[in-house]
C-alpha cells in the first residue's frame, strides 16, 4: 500500500526560512552566511547554550537556507 516511503516522509516536518526584507532577491547565499555566522554569535553570548530559544530560529534558518555541503564546509573552516 504505498510508497515503500510513506512511513518515513510523513514523520518529517520541512519548515523554511521566513522572509527577511534584508534579503529581497532571489540569491540567497548571504542570507544563509547572515544566519549562520548570526547562530554562533547568539551561541557565544548565550555561554555557548545552543538551544537558547533565539538561536534556534538562526539555526532554522541557515538549515533551510544553506546547502549541506556548505554547513559542513563552514564546520570544517571553523572547527
Known amino acids: 500500500p504505498g510508497s515503500p516511503f510513506s512511513f518515513a516522509m510523513s514523520s518529517i516536518n520541512v519548515t523554511t526560512a521566513k522572509y527577511d526584507p534584508r534579503f529581497p532577491n532571489q540569491n540567497q547565499t548571504r542570507n544563509c552566511w547572515v544566519n549562520y555566522v548570526d547562530y554562533w554569535r547568539c551561541v557565544n553570548a548565550n555561554g555557548g547554550d545552543a538551544a537558547a530559544a533565539p538561536c ?23 572547527s
Open 56 to 78: 534556534v530560529q538562526f539555526k532554522r534558518a541557515y538549515r533551510a537556507l544553506c546547502p549541506d555541503s556548505w554547513v559542513r564546509s563552514f564546520l570544517f573552516l571553523f
